[in-house]
């Protein structure tokens, strides 16, 4: 297949395009440039860990409207200043792949200076909202994410497939903006394992879109476990073992803070067991459906393991 083959619009067709997208348009389009799923299941996770340090890593701390506020559209705003500058770097390869050549760059809804400055301006505020309401740490913990994200992973997407360990990384940082924000010390043993559980949970969860859109990143150019090894074992693999992983390590925060340690060992225990034969079931048998179904699976355990979290630890 030619690599160029479904590149930018050229620079007259995008101009045409800029011109007949109106302001609200404009805005939505701007949104949907910071992923607002991902930012708000990222913000969701965020809360939690905030709600968790007042309680436990800060004792007899209030939240406060100022405090939430800040916490919520600061992150959001590095977030989705990561995910539109990722976007931006990558826009030439997102117009190769069927899966991205939709997204506001390559489909030349957006310019790319436009995409820069936006994504420049909301690391700015974001950063700059934190440090005032919730403290250095937060803001100095929100900014690290956004270099691991951006200067770290995106680049090596196309170099390495250890990308994905990098990419964990940054996907499980965020929880620490929480956690300082709330008070609570990042090298805490309960605050450890709760970012600790994001990391593994994400190896599982990026084996099976590895599988699904090894197309595209073949397309792409990226380096990824199933450009690697194209049969699927060793992202069958890593899926096993890091849902292997992430049954003591999720179970970790019942040791350290749980107030509720067997309603959180029944509930995260289960999800985690659920994680675990998929993923065994996907290293068995590498299909589609059978991908989509552990990818359904990782997506489910997220918001089971964060509702343990908040009910159940602190």
Same mark, same amino acid.
Request: charged residues 10%.
């Given at each position: 297949?030619?690599?160029?083959?479904?590149?930018?619009?050229?620079?007259?067709?995008?101009?045409?395009?800029?011109?007949? @997208?109106?302001?609200?348009?404009?805005?939505?389009?701007?949104?949907?440039?910071?992923?607002?799923?991902?930012?708000?299941?990222?913000?969701?996770?965020?809360?939690?860990?905030?709600?968790?340090?007042?309680?436990?890593?800060?004792?007899?701390?209030?939240?406060?409207?100022?405090?939430?506020?800040?916490?919520? @559209?600061?992150?959001?705003?590095?977030?989705?200043? /990561?995910?539109?500058?990722?976007?931006?770097?990558?826009?030439?390869?997102?117009?190769?792949?069927?899966?991205?050549?939709?997204?506001?760059?390559?489909?030349? *809804?957006?310019?790319?200076?436009? /995409?820069?400055?936006?994504? &420049?301006?909301?690391?700015?505020?974001?950063?700059?909202?934190?440090?005032?309401?919730?403290?250095?740490?937060?803001?100095?913990v929100a900014v690290a994410t956004w270099v691991v994200y951006v200067a770290?992973?995106?680049?090596?997407?196309?170099?390495?497939?250890?990308?994905?360990?990098?990419?964990?990384?940054?996907?499980?940082?965020?929880?620490?903006?929480?956690?300082?924000?709330?008070?609570?010390?990042?090298?805490?043993?309960?605050?450890?394992?709760?970012?600790?559980?994001?990391?593994?949970?994400?190896?599982?969860?990026?084996?099976?879109? /590895?599988?699904?859109? *090894?197309?595209?990143?073949?397309?792409?150019?990226?380096?990824?476990?199933?450009?690697?090894?194209?049969?699927?074992?060793?992202?069958?693999?890593?899926?096993?073992?890091?849902?292997?992983?992430?049954?003591?390590?999720?179970?970790?925060?019942?040791?350290?803070?749980?107030?509720?340690? @067997?309603?959180? &060992?029944?509930?995260?225990?289960?999800?985690?067991?659920?994680?675990?034969?998929?993923?065994?079931?996907?290293?068995?048998?590498?299909?589609?459906?059978?991908?989509?179904?552990?990818? *359904? /699976?990782?997506?489910?355990?997220?918001? @089971?393991?964060?509702?343990?979290?908040?009910?159940?630890?602190?």
């Open positions: 297949m030619n690599p160029t083959a479904n590149a930018l619009p050229a620079a007259a067709e995008r101009t045409n395009l800029l011109a007949k @997208v109106g302001p609200m348009s404009k805005l939505k389009i701007f949104v949907e440039l910071t992923k607002p799923r991902i930012v708000m299941l990222e913000l969701v996770a965020v809360l939690i860990t905030l709600h968790i340090a007042t309680g436990y890593g800060a004792p007899g701390s209030r939240w406060s409207a100022s405090l939430l506020l800040a916490v919520s @559209v600061g992150t959001g705003l590095v977030a989705g200043s /990561a995910n539109a500058l990722n976007q931006w770097i990558e826009r030439e390869r997102d117009a190769r792949m069927p899966r991205t050549k939709g997204r506001p760059l390559p489909s030349g *809804r957006l310019s790319p200076d436009e /995409a820069l400055w936006f994504g &420049a301006f909301s690391l700015a505020f974001g950063a700059s909202l934190l440090m005032f309401f919730a403290g250095t740490t937060a803001a100095m770290l992973y995106t680049p090596l997407k196309t170099k390495t497939w250890l990308n994905t360990a990098v990419g964990a990384v940054s996907g499980a940082m965020p929880l620490w903006i929480g956690w300082a924000a709330g008070g609570g010390d990042l090298l805490d043993p309960l605050a450890l394992s709760i970012v600790a559980t994001m990391f593994v949970w994400q190896f599982p969860h990026f084996m099976a879109i /590895a599988w699904l859109c *090894r197309d595209d990143y073949t397309i792409a150019g990226y380096q990824m476990s199933t450009k690697l090894d194209p049969s699927g074992r060793w992202a069958g693999l890593q899926a096993v073992i890091g849902s292997a992983v992430l049954l003591p390590v999720s179970l970790a925060p019942m040791v350290f803070g749980a107030a509720s340690p @067997v309603a959180y &060992a029944v509930v995260v225990g289960l999800a985690g067991l659920v994680m675990l034969a998929t993923s065994a079931a996907f290293l068995a048998e590498r299909t589609n459906p059978i991908a989509r179904r552990l990818m *359904r /699976a990782s997506l489910l355990y997220v918001p @089971v393991w964060l509702a343990a979290l908040w009910f159940c630890v602190g």
